[in-house]
């Protein structure tokens, strides 16, 4: 079983830059895909970014290439989401999610193990 929890969460200008922090616990933690996901007010959830174990590979959504980077911390047991150049349409609720594989799918039907979300808000 693996608990994940999201912090960082909160309201920035367009342009502005936050840091989504997703902290774990469970077994094999570090054997884990892990992925951020997003779901915008009135849209269905969304893939954002991933990463492999040991961070071998990243996947990033078309929307947020250049912008967002997602890392992990083994010793802190965490995941991250740094998100720069904030837009309005990066207005959602994020999620952290992860699998016990180290494929790392866009789909969030393929993930196991989910947290409660952080409210993102980017005004203009």
């Known amino acids: 079983q693996v608990q994940l929890v999201e912090s960082g969460g909160g309201s920035v200008q367009a342009g502005g830059s936050l840091t989504l922090s997703c902290s774990t616990s469970g077994r094999a933690w570090n054997m884990h895909t892990m992925a951020w996901f997003r779901r915008p007010p009135g849209k269905d959830r969304e893939f954002v970014a991933a990463l492999t174990p040991n961070g071998g590979t990243t996947a990033y959504a078309d929307s947020v290439k250049g912008r967002f980077t997602i890392s992990r911390d083994a010793a802190k047991e965490a995941l991250y989401l740094q998100m720069n150049n904030l837009k309005p349409d990066d207005t959602a609720v994020y999620y952290c999610?992860?699998?016990?594989?180290?494929?790392?799918?866009?789909?969030?039907?393929?993930?196991?193990?989910w947290g409660q979300g952080t409210q993102v808000t980017v005004t203009v």
């Open positions: 999610a992860s699998r016990p594989f180290s494929l790392a799918p866009k789909t969030g039907s393929q993930y196991d193990y």
